[in-house]
Structure formats: C-alpha cells, structure tokens
C-alpha cells in the first residue's frame, strides 16, 4: 500500500480526472503528484499500480484514452506490450502505470515525498471537465 498523506493541493482538474478515470478501471494505489517545483519538464505525475502485466497493459490504454479526452495531448508512451511498467507522455501530465511488485521494489513514490500528492480513489470527489472530444455530428 502507498503512502500519500494528501498533503498540499492539486489544482489540475484535468490531472485529477485522468487519475479518477484510471481507478474507475481498476487501478489501484492511484496517486497524482504536483511536481512543478522538481522538474522543468511536465507539472503533475500520476502514478498507478496493477496486479499483472495484462492489467498494466490495459491500463496503459485507459490512459492514453482520458490524455486524449480531457487533455487532447499524448506526445509518446514508452514500454510496449508484455513491459511491467509503462509510461505515458502528455507533455505537461506523465502517467506511470506499474506493476505493484515492481512499483514497491523500486520505491518510486518516495522520489516524491516532498511534492503536493492526493490519493485518488473511488470515493475520491474531483471536479468534472468537459471533454475536449468533438461529438459525431459535427
């Protein structure tokens, strides 16, 4: 089980939807992290876990599928099918989907103990965004 003390505040109501999309498929230990102040390079981590490589496979798609509704900005994903641990690149959000053994090996969560972190799960409340997907009709 991660450890996020829900410390600080996520403002990306965007970051928190693609993590709430996530643990609505079944990710478990779904963390959003607000790094602006570590890296130059993007402003909020995601960090989820799976049971088996079939699960991070399916997630992996899962996320690239809410970058592309809420965000509409996938720029790379990194690890291909049969990986235990996939990263997805929207520029500005990153999304690692990892398989827990893996993920409590190499203690990525502890990377960031310094950052604004919110646990999110089902009982998680964010607040919507509308989707930045065009309907069929237009």
Do not use: Q
């Amino acid at each position: 089980m991660i450890r996020c003390e829900n410390k600080g505040k996520i403002r990306s109501k965007i970051a928190l939807n693609i993590a709430k999309d996530l643990s609505y498929h079944k990710a478990d230990d779904v963390v959003v992290y607000d790094v602006k102040n570590k890296t130059p390079f993007y402003s909020y981590l995601i960090i989820c876990s799976a049971d088996n490589v079939r699960k991070v496979n399916a997630l992996k798609e899962s996320a690239v599928d809410s970058l592309y509704l809420y965000h509409k900005d996938v720029k790379n994903v990194e690890g291909k099918h049969g990986n235990n641990w996939i990263v997805v690149d929207g520029r500005d959000i990153v999304i690692h989907v990892i398989e827990a053994k893996e993920r409590e090996k190499l203690r990525i969560d502890e990377l960031y103990n310094d950052c604004a972190c919110l646990l999110v799960n089902d009982e998680t409340v964010v607040p919507e965004v509308v989707r930045k997907l065009k309907s069929i009709e237009d």
